[in-house]
């Protein structure tokens, strides 16, 4: 193998005079494409591949990778670490648990591992089990803050209020001034019923960090039970301001709104709520109420149709849209609703009262008389013996309560506490990037089409669809939208390298030959192999040094692999101008080419070049006038130099041809 190599390096270096063939012969046996042989020779870069896969969310695939690793060295604990990563992010947390089990075999000093496993087991609710994890990992990094706060949760979790007490009071005692620490621990008195030391406890957490969303909503609780409506209103502002997408603030304080009349505020809370969960059962409930309490009664009943799919033996719900239908006419309807309660609560005596209504209405003299003697007889026995007395009405119900003489009115949840968070880097995304938005990618070649959100603009170029003229396996789009692989097409993409490589090694022509290697070099990228895909489109460009889509896509999957490496904290300066250098290169050889004009100017913008961005993006647009990634870049780079009012013109264009992602920016804009 280090004898092809060397042969190898000669021949590139005698540049084109060499036989093409000997050049694609040689690209193969580099590859030897299959990735079971490959990984015999490179564990090391299989992984690699599979976290610059799991960096990018492409979690099936960074599976393929690391299973293959695995299959290579299985004696290595990060394989089964990092793929114990993508299945947590999967939701296949007893996969996640599984594998973070064999890595602590291979390894058991490394402290993200009982991490990792400790959240798999939160997440199936094997809450001593992750108390173990996290007193084990914090034997070996005993100042790791984050593992005593999930440690304590856990005991919240467990009912194990002391021993979640005593660790607070050494948390505290370490870190004075983790405002968490005292939340939590308001958390442990507000479920032992204890308002008063909780309330001093938040009011601590708050003068510590006066910007957590959660202690605020916590707060309100407080406020909540005491039937403190306004000061409620006001906590649970300040939580929506810090958490503007937190559902259950808006319906709690659409309740703290309803009690002080504000009908309207209330109602505007439900419908923020429900865009933002649309399938939120408490939002559909309470809003149908408020809607039929102002007259709205046909979108009342819309709400009562949702609950009822929702919950279809919700006999609150259903009577609630009995009496909507019966107010809107429809008495058959309502008669309908009526007798389903009935049959379940046979002596409910309002309902028959209002079924007898209806059946007077529609003529049926009959069967209202039934249910009026029905009622006639139980008024009687309650007067002779005085049973079944008037229940008394409370002002909520809570979900659990089925009493329907409470059908009127607003539910909440049956024990609502502060949502408690765990601390670990695997929460959110792998990546962990930056909150502010980023930029849309890069256009390259791929064999998916553009799925997105964006409609209107469908991206071409000659020179791929000359390409594609040449009645090649797979047809070459051009995408900026990464889409993730499922099991199916991950196999079916190894499959198509294999069979590319086979083909490359016994094709009749040099450009067929060649042609197939870009195909590869392609299939690659979309696997995430963007190293592999680096070492096709090289071997490319010492055949057709010329070839502007092998320098398009060459630039772009090194701009990946840089991407990931920067999340990595490797000094990408050098990379970063091969990049450059092969879209400026690809520019001077189709310098009408908008694609790439949009490419480099992400690359300048990225490097916080906006001037340079903007002229770039302004030259694409010139070009492809509909290429709505380029106003939503060029937006964010205005924005960010200052240039307030162009950058929003240019996001609204970018929403306006359909990247609905601008009009969020825009909202946030206007806010600050």
Known sequence: MKDMIRYARILFRQGPSVPVRWLLIISFIFHLSSVSVFAQYNTDRLVTIGRSALYYEDYVLSIQYFNQAINAKPYLYEPWFFRGVAKFYLDDFAGAESDCTEAIKRNPFVVNLYDLRGLARIRQEKFSEAIEDYTRALKYDPDNRNMWHNRVLCHIRNDEFDAALAELDTILTRWSGFAQGYAMRANVYMQQSDTVHALEAIEKSLELDPYDGQTWAARSFISLGRKEWADAEKQLGEAIRLMPRHVSSYINRALARYYQNNLRGAMTDYDMALDIDPQNFLGHYNRGLLRSQVGDNNRAIEDFDFVLQLEPENMLALFNRAVLLDKTGDLRGAIRDYSKVIDVYPNFWTGLSYRAACYRRLGMTAQAESDEFTIYKARLYKTLYGTQPKLSKEQLRKRGDDDLEKYSQLVVED????????????RGRVQNRKVEVDYRPMFWLSFLPQQGEVKSHIAFDHQVEALNSRHLSRRVYINNLHQTLDDARTSDFFALIDSLSSAITTSPSTQRAADLLLMRAVAYSVIQ?????????????????????????????????NRFQASEGTNIQLKSANVMADLNHALMLQPLNAYLLYNRGCLHAQNGSYAQAIADFSQALSLEPTLAEAYFNRGLCYVRSNQASEGVADLSKAGELGLYEAYSILKSLKKG
């Open 529 to 561: 192999n963007h190293d592999a895909a680096i070492e096709d489109l090289t071997t490319y460009l010492q055949i057709d040094s010329a070839s502007v889509l092998a320098l398009w896509q060459r630039a772009v999957c090194q701009s990946r692999i």
């Open 415 to 426: 024990e609502e506490e502060p949502e408690m968070e765990y601390q670990s880097a695997y």
